[in-house]
């Protein structure tokens, strides 16, 4: 059942009101049920992540985007919502949403949300009536329900295959036990995809994007952005391990053009709210070129970039995807988004840790010390970038992917279907460390819901506060330059320096960053005033060393 609020909604934002504050802002993700437990239980909620808002305010972000805390089974840890409306009993309740939402604004942060528009819980009320009521019920219509090939209906209506492993359609049980329909998840069968042809799906999105609106929210992060709307037809795709196909080629269930209707009624809608409130797209594209489609000025206002997230850590490969972001996104007039790590990819500590070319999903610790010093210089490329920046919780303490977790530990729904998703998304989700010591290291007093390592009271917020070489003061030093300098933050080109094989340098305005992606050092003429490094850097006079695996910048 829907909760309801006693108390008045939240005012619109109270921080920074600058015109296009989303251009150049650093957004930090909150994973609610691994940030800071609250009441005790072993799992995050609400009240953690607000008694932790002064940290994230210190730390110099602007705003907050916290994964879905709905009503929810927890099939896919959030992303199965049965209640668009209602906060889930282990997160808290919309009294705690609220407080959160007052208190981050009074502090000067933004709150942005989870939408989950692409498929519900099959235990949101529409489905379970589908199902209740059986072949004929008109909710069947807001879902992909079909009947099956084959003599009985015995096959799948096509050939789609789940992201998490397996068919795309599970086949259901008529109310007097025979055989039904089939419907679709492209995800997990917990996770029924909505019918976006059908406009009763259209009218309950309005609504709830105005629910959150009302309750003071400054935007929404849109999941599976590019996956509401399937080709006409539904038709087969006609080839084998289609997964392997995801971000190379346009797929008739994502990146079809129709959804560029669903968001440019939803850009009329952010656009009646005060506060310059925003939408920003998880749209996983073949092309940075068809991701900037989701960023024209009357449709969604940021885009991830997937294709950034997934570069390795070479100097050629990053300046072009580098130049290509920032070429693309010119025609549309939107801001460049940077990532490194989310909640769905391994660490970026740990990606860098081992060889190129193994993917996002890794289950090897590598070479951590390696790891960490390309991560550090990885944050310092990605801040000085032109556009806006996304920190996954814990990067800033330098967290390595946890990679030895027990089979029996996990939690990730792809790991238990076959030939999907590698599964080891746990690995990133571990409850972070707060305090060196003490129960699930200040997470929380009640343990954690995914085992913490041991030794992971070393890289606490407690043990690294105040200690100038820590990632985590590195993290604070940057985002404070980074709004101070007239150079950094928005803007839409670098100017690309001479620089030997294996190094980056640009320039923007007052401003250079030079980066060594390479296992040497290397000699090189200090563009001026060292402002920060990402490691050891002693500038001599007119040359300086720039030491393996590191990035500078310079006030010039």
């Not at 998490?164 to 997990?188: E, K, Q, S």
């Not at 940021?302 to 997230?309: K, R």
């Not at 800033?396 to 977790?405: A, F, H, K, Y």
């Not at 599964?423 to 010591?437: E, K, Q």
Request: proline content about 8%.
């Amino acid at each position: 059942m829907t909760q309801h609020l006693a108390a008045p909604t939240s005012a619109p934002t109270t921080g920074d009101r600058r015109t296009g504050w989303w251009r150049d802002a650093v957004i930090y993700q909150v994973y609610p049920r691994s940030f800071a437990d609250g009441n005790g239980d072993g799992m995050g909620d609400l009240e953690g992540v607000r008694g932790r808002l002064p940290y994230l305010k210190e730390l110099g972000v602007d705003a907050v985007w916290l994964s879905p805390f709905y009503a929810s089974p927890q099939a896919d840890a959030g992303y199965d919502v049965a209640d668009y409306r209602a906060i889930d009993p282990m997160f808290g309740t919309l009294l705690d949403a609220d407080a959160l939402i007052r208190d981050a604004h009074e502090l000067g942060l933004r709150i942005i949300v989870d939408l989950v528009p692409n498929h519900s819980s099959d235990q949101h009320e529409w489905f379970k009536r589908a199902i209740e009521e059986g072949p004929g019920s008109a909710l069947r219509d807001r879902y992909h329900f079909l009947p099956g090939k084959g003599v009985s209906g015995e096959l799948a209506p096509n050939d789609w295959e789940s992201i998490f492993g397996g068919p795309a359609w599970t086949r259901t049980v008529n109310p007097d036990g025979t055989p039904g329909d089939w419907y679709l998840h492209l995800f997990a069968p917990e996770q029924p995809d909505f019918n976006w042809e059908h406009p009763a799906v259209a009218d309950e999105f309005r609504s709830i994007l105005r629910f959150w609106l009302d309750m003071g929210v400054d935007g929404f992060r849109v999941d599976v952005a590019h996956g509401l709307v399937k080709a006409e037809g539904l038709p087969d795709l006609g080839a084998h391990d289609q997964l392997k196909l995801l971000g190379n080629d346009v797929m008739p269930f994502f990146d079809q053009d129709g959804v560029h209707e669903i968001y440019r009624s939803w850009r009329q809608i952010l656009d009646e709210y005060p506060g310059e409130r925003i939408a920003v797209a998880e749209a996983w594209t073949p092309t940075v070129e068809r991701t900037a489609n989701y960023v024209r000025p009357d449709e969604m206002h940021q885009a991830f970039n997937f294709q950034y997230l997934g570069t390795a850590w070479d100097a050629v490969a990053l300046r072009e995807v580098i130049t290509t972001s920032l070429a693309a996104m010119h025609p549309v007039g939107a801001p460049a988004t940077w990532v490194l790590s989310n909640h769905d990819v391994t660490r970026h500590t740990t990606r860098f840790a081992n060889p190129p070319g193994l993917g996002t999903q890794l289950r090897e610790a590598g070479d951590r010390e390696l790891g960490l010093r390309r991560a550090r210089a990885a944050t310092v490329l990605m801040l000085a970038l032109p556009g806006s920046a996304y920190v996954y919780q814990g990067e800033e303490l330098g967290l390595p992917d946890v990679t030895d977790l027990p089979d029996e530990a996990r939690q990730d729904p792809s790991f238990f279907r076959a030939e999907g998703q590698d599964g080891f998304r746990d690995g990133c989700r571990v409850p972070i460390p707060w305090t060196a010591a003490g129960p699930s290291y200040g997470f929380g007093t009640g343990g954690s819901w995914l085992p913490q390592p041991e030794g992971w009271g070393a890289l606490s917020v407690e043990t690294q506060s105040g200690d100038p070489e820590s990632t985590l003061e590195l993290y604070r030093r940057a985002l404070a330059v980074r709004r101070e300098h007239p150079g950094l933050g928005a803007g839409t080109a670098v100017e690309w320096l001479a620089a030997p094989d294996g190094v980056l340098a640009f320039a923007r305005d007052g401003f250079v960053c030079t980066v060594n992606t390479t296992r040497a050092p290397v000699t090189l003429p200090a563009p001026g005033r060292m402002l920060l490094a990402s490691g050891e850097v002693a500038p001599g006079e007119g040359d300086f060393e720039l030491p393996a695996d590191t990035a500078v910048w310079w006030a010039v």
